[in-house]
């Protein structure tokens, strides 16, 4: 059964760069050909894709984030990574990873992991 | 970017009760569209995938219906289990959610 877990700090200060790390368990990330991806909810709100990955590399990144995100992926480990830079409180937010079934980043999310809550403060 | 507007917000219901739930882009997406549940302090849980599929192991009486630019989500008979938030989410041009509808027990 394929599970996914993030990890990663809980709090990161204004300016720094939010890093965090998907582990994904009871599958290889490279053999199944998905795609995988990044989804944020800040407190009380709704949900807000951040981007996607291959596990040959190939990534898509929603506009509004592009500039300050970087997705990679490491199938040695079988995880895959998110980086977000200069960020701000109105980065805090549960982060989730999750995977698109239909072998397209174009795609709905099945599979999720529990979410990490970050905050963003000094 | 697609925008969708889901509505109500919220609603307040019955155990028994037929709820519909819509969803709205701002332009068309053709089939483009899935419907999710999420309960607090849990992850989405996926419900309705290509606007009316049923992803495996989700009950019957779970419905999404709609094409282009208008969709809806019914849960036939509502059950205990069914209270929680509910969110549309598109991806025909890149990937976005609607805001959610939180079903509340009446």
């Known amino acids: 059964q394929l599970q996914l877990q993030e990890s990663g700090p809980g709090l990161v200060k204004p300016s720094e760069t939010l890093s965090l790390t998907c582990t994904v368990s009871?599958?290889?990330?490279?053999?199944?050909?998905?795609?995988w991806g990044w989804i944020r909810q800040p407190p009380g709100k709704g949900l807000e894709w951040i981007g996607s990955?291959?596990?040959?590399?190939?990534?898509y990144y929603n506009p509004s984030l592009k500039s300050r995100v970087t997705i990679s992926v490491d199938t040695s480990k079988n995880q895959f990574s998110l980086k977000l830079s200069s960020v701000t409180a109105a980065d805090t937010a549960v982060y989730y990873c999750a995977r698109h079934p239909g072998r397209s980043w174009d795609d709905a999310f099945d599979i999720w992991g529990q979410g990490t809550m970050v905050t963003v403060s000094s | 970017a697609i925008q969708l507007t889901q509505s109500p917000s919220s609603l307040s219901a019955s155990v028994g009760d037929r709820v519909t739930i819509t969803c709205r882009a701002s332009q068309g997406i053709s089939s483009a569209l899935a419907w999710y549940q999420q309960k607090p302090g849990k992850a989405p849980k996926l419900l309705i995938y290509d606007a009316s599929s049923l992803e495996s192991g989700v009950p019957s009486r779970f419905s999404g219906s709609g094409s282009g630019t208008d969709f809806t989500l019914t849960i036939s008979s509502l059950q205990p289990e069914d209270f929680a938030t509910y969110y549309c989410?598109?991806?025909?041009?890149?990937?976005?959610f609607g805001g959610g509808t939180k079903v509340e027990i009446k």
């Open positions: 989410q598109q991806f025909n041009n890149y990937l976005t």
């Open positions: 990955i291959y596990y040959s590399g190939s990534t």
């Open positions: 009871g599958g290889s990330i490279s053999s199944s050909s998905y795609y």
